[in-house]
């Protein structure tokens, strides 16, 4: 098990500041938003991303008020598109405690969401850098059409690994690139070094949401999610893709089984018992190790730093995690 105070060791006093300004930045006068915002807090994540903010700017130079500032409002942003997906998914669920959409309802946890996202840009905007608000921007439209073509490709049941790939590139691998992209250049880092933690973030972006879509295969999973769920969303993931491709006497049942969105129960255990046994999991997990070895390659362009060996261990954590 990956020790995870060695990875933020380089940026320790950093990361409690960040932890401290996130919390402050979330208050709110209205009862009902504060409660709401409670309940963020009490369940939110490991906070990966505004760390990776923090050592990409530690391993460029030095964590200054625009890196902390950066770590906030990167963190509000995807705070506010969870919230909004839930809604979307119509999630109960996350990592094991109930979403805002199952304790309130849709409007409260729209609301909320776009109050979050309202001070992320806010923040954004304070940094008075031109380069990292066109970043933000540019990252506020590619989650947004991360959603929507995944969207698209359930509805079309569009089997096809170059398109889930795809997805993970607007979806959670431009939110990693922006980390650490904009964490290099709040340290005053050269274009050369931004392009590279730029590129370092996009491989391990994907490799972060192969690993999350393992999880769903598998019932002692401990992330909150219900195994099987994003096949019953029709989000036909790495795993079954690979399994499909295999060919065989089932792969037209399933095929037929997942075009006309027949995913009662018990369809969904056998989909899921057919990825598993098409050899679909260790293809996945080839995958995502394939893209952590580049993104930890690309970090041996840096100089060597406490900061550099965090983030390859933050690129193994990513692989490794239980939840």
Avoid: W
């Amino acid at each position: 098990m990956i020790d995870r105070s060695k990875i933020e060791e380089p940026v320790a006093t950093a990361f409690v500041r960040f932890n401290t300004e996130f919390e402050v930045s979330l208050r709110s006068e209205t009862r009902l938003l504060q409660t709401a915002i409670d309940q963020i807090l009490s369940a939110t994540g490991k906070h990966i991303r505004p760390l990776l903010v923090l050592l990409s700017a530690k391993a460029c130079g030095e964590v200054t008020e625009s890196s902390i500032n950066a770590a906030v409002f990167l963190e509000l942003l995807h705070t506010a598109t969870l919230i909004h997906d839930d809604v979307i998914d119509e999630t109960k669920q996350r990592r094991g405690v109930p979403s805002l959409n199952a304790l309130f309802d849709n409007r409260v946890a729209v609301l909320v969401g776009d109050y979050i996202l309202s001070t992320a840009l806010i923040r954004s905007i304070q940094t008075g850098n031109l380069r990292i608000i066109g970043i933000v921007s540019d990252l506020g439209r590619d989650l947004s059409e991360g959603e929507i073509k995944q969207m698209e490709t359930a509805d079309e049941s569009i089997l096809d690994e170059p398109c889930y790939l795809q997805v993970i590139y607007k979806k959670t691998a431009t939110l990693l690139a922006a980390c650490a992209s904009i964490g290099a250049i709040s340290a005053g880092a050269n274009d050369e070094q931004v392009s590279l933690m730029r590129e370092f973030g996009i491989q391990l972006g994907y490799a972060f949401q192969i690993k999350d879509d393992i999880f769903d295969y598998f019932k002692e999973s401990n992330i909150g999610k219900p195994t099987g769920n994003d096949i019953r969303e029709g989000k036909v993931t790495l795993p079954l893709l690979y399994a499909l491709r295999q060919g065989g006497r089932e792969v037209e049942t399933f095929r037929r089984m997942i075009l006309s969105k027949d995913f009662t129960d018990k369809h969904v255990e056998q989909l899921i018992a057919f990825a598993k046994a098409q050899g679909g999991i260790e293809y996945a997990e080839k995958k995502m190790v394939e893209f952590q070895q580049k993104a930890i390659e690309l970090l041996a362009q840096l100089p060597d730093s406490p900061a550099k060996q965090s983030l390859k261990i933050l690129a193994e954590y990513i692989i490794t995690r239980k939840s």
